[in-house]
Structure formats: structure tokens, C-alpha cells
């Protein structure tokens, strides 16, 4: 049971281990897949369909196809919102059966270790092992992998979309991108080792109090109450430490990305606009489709270190 993350965020071995659990619910899993890239096709249909209406219609005042176009818009969004429902649902659904699976196998294997085993292994950390690890074992079906996929697809198919409706606008919102992904790669470092830390808190502090529980009348029979009472709170402390790391590097890289895509929205309504007053070169609709698909493009960028991390720890419990 190693207790250090792997430099590697995604292990195509151990992942491969874990995808033999799947194999039982081939089903489900195509479904989840096939529902991901419908989503994300869907999603970047929006925003065209919404210049269209804005250019020609709206701005045309064509009610009749206006009404007939919004139509349609409504018809993307309700298939949108099933396809998700699919994927989040079979995705959860997947990863509670696979950890079902899991879960069992573990125990049983336990049942069959030497006495040795265990006088050389804290209870608690395996305790940790059977219920915790697995719990986030099942994270890389229902938040990790899966979502990953569906970001990066989103993500490229709406910048696709942006290069063939206004390659100058999308040039603005590309020149931006390279220093979200960057501060994303330094936030996604910085929170997988934080995350280990706390993981390794909770597994010293199940084996703490697990120890001292089995071991109540050692701890009153020696007189050590206030001693082990001392001990369990500077374990606590550790873990109150190791959390509060985490929420500071969150705090931290979510306002950076929240600004950057601020300014970028501003450059494209500035440089859009201008171009709309000057020679008409942009329409209102390709400035609020952009002002549409920027958010989607950065939105997952925002998400996927988050995602990536999930991931991480999966593969870390499946070591």
C-alpha cells in the first residue's frame, strides 16, 4: 500500500486493471461514451445556432423564422440536458457497481492474509484501504475520466467552431488560453500533493483512533488518557493543516482564472464592437456566440485540474 502519488497522472496499467471490472457492464459503459460526444457536439451547437438567430432573424425581425430557429434551440437544449442526465447517471451507476465488485474481491482477499499481516498493518489504514480508497476508486468513473473526456471534446470541437465563424476573434481568445492552462498545471501539481497529504492524515488518524478504541483498557489501565488525548490532537492538527492547504490553493487559482477569462470576454466585446461600428466585419451575433463559447472554453479548463487530481487519487487507490 504505497502512500506516495506517482508522477504520472494517468496509468495506463493500473487503469487497465480497473477497466476488467467494466467488461461485466459493457452496456452501460457504451451508452455513458456515446452520450459524452453527443454532449459535447450538442453543446457546441448552441452557440451557432444562437448567431444564427441573432444575424438573420433577430436583427431582421423574420418572426416566423425566428419562432422556427428558437425551436430548434429549445430541441438542442432538452437533448443536451437527457444525454447529460445519461452520462452522469450510467457514470455514478458504473462506479458504485464496479466498487461493489471491488469491495468484495478486497475483503475477501483479506480473510485469507496471515496473522502476521496484520500485527505489521495499523487496522485503521486498512480500514482505509477497503472503504476510503475504494470510494475513490469509484470517483474515476463518476468524476474523473469520463468528465475529463467530455471537457477536452467540448473544448476542441468549440474551438473548431471558433476558427471557422471568426478566426481574428478566435485568435483573441487563443492568445489567452496558454497562460490559463499554465497557471492549471501549477495548481494541478500543487493540489495533488495537498490531497496526499490529507489522504495520509486520514489514514493516520483511522489508525489512531482504531488503535486506542481496541486498546481502551491498555490506555486507562496505564493512566495515558492525557497523553494519548495530546497525540490524537496534534493528528488532528496535521489533518485540519493538510485540508486548509487545499482550500488555499483553490482559493487562490479560481479568481486568477475567473480574471483572465473576464479580460478576455472584454477584449472581445471591445475589438468585436469596434469592428461592428467601423466596416461591420462582426455582427452582434458572432459577439455574443464568442462572448458563449469562451465560457465554455474556459469553464472546463477551470474544472479539468480539479478533474485531473480526482483521477490522480483514483489511480492512486488502485495501486
Do not use: C
Request: glycine share 4%; hydrophobic share 55%.
Amino acid at each position: 500500500m504505497s502512500e506516495k502519488v506517482s508522477g504520472n497522472v494517468f496509468d495506463l496499467k493500473l487503469f487497465s486493471r480497473l477497466m476488467r471490472y467494466v467488461e461485466k457492464y459493457r452496456t452501460p459503459f457504451i451508452i455513458s461514451t456515446v452520450s459524452v460526444l453527443l454532449v459535447a457536439g450538442l453543446a457546441a451547437a448552441r452557440p451557432v445556432l444562437l448567431k444564427v438567430i441573432v444575424n438573420n432573424y433577430i436583427l431582421n425581425k423574420n418572426a416566423q423564422q425566428l419562432l422556427y430557429f428558437s425551436l430548434i434551440m429549445l430541441g438542442v437544449l432538452v437533448a443536451e440536458v437527457i444525454f447529460q442526465f445519461l452520462f452522469s447517471y450510467l457514470a455514478n451507476w458504473l462506479g458504485q457497481h464496479v466498487i461493489k465488485d471491488l469491495r468484495t474481491k478486497i475483503f475477501e482477499r483479506i480473510l485469507r492474509f496471515k496473522m502476521r499481516y496484520y500485527t505489521q498493518n495499523p487496522v485503521g489504514k486498512l480500514v482505509t484501504r477497503v472503504v476510503s480508497d475504494i470510494e475513490t476508486i469509484a470517483s474515476i468513473f463518476s468524476e474523473g475520466l469520463f468528465t475529463i473526456i467530455s471537457e477536452i471534446l467540448q473544448m476542441l470541437v468549440v474551438m473548431l467552431v471558433m476558427v471557422w465563424m471568426n478566426w481574428r476573434l478566435a485568435l483573441i481568445v487563443f492568445a489567452v488560453l496558454p497562460l490559463i492552462v499554465y497557471a492549471t498545471k501549477i495548481f494541478q501539481i500543487k493540489i495533488k500533493s495537498a490531497f496526499q497529504e490529507v489522504r495520509n492524515q486520514v489514514a493516520n488518524l483511522n489508525s489512531f483512533v482504531q488503535e486506542r478504541l481496541s486498546g481502551m483498557m491498555i490506555v486507562q489501565l496505564f493512566t495515558r488518557e492525557k497523553t494519548e488525548y495530546k497525540k490524537f490532537q496534534e493528528i488532528n492538527e496535521l489533518h485540519k493543516k493538510a485540508y486548509v492547504r487545499t482550500v488555499w490553493y483553490y482559493s487562490i487559482f479560481f479568481p486568477i482564472a475567473e480574471i483572465l477569462s473576464s479580460v478576455t470576454l472584454g477584449i472581445i466585446v471591445w475589438y468585436g464592437g469596434l469592428k461592428a461600428a467601423v466596416d461591420e466585419a462582426v455582427l452582434p451575433g458572432d459577439i455574443i456566440s464568442f462572448i458563449m463559447m469562451s465560457n465554455m472554453l474556459f469553464r472546463p479548463l477551470r474544472q479539468i485540474a480539479d478533474k485531473f487530481n480526482t483521477l490522480q487519487m483514483g489511480m492512486v487507490a488502485a495501486d
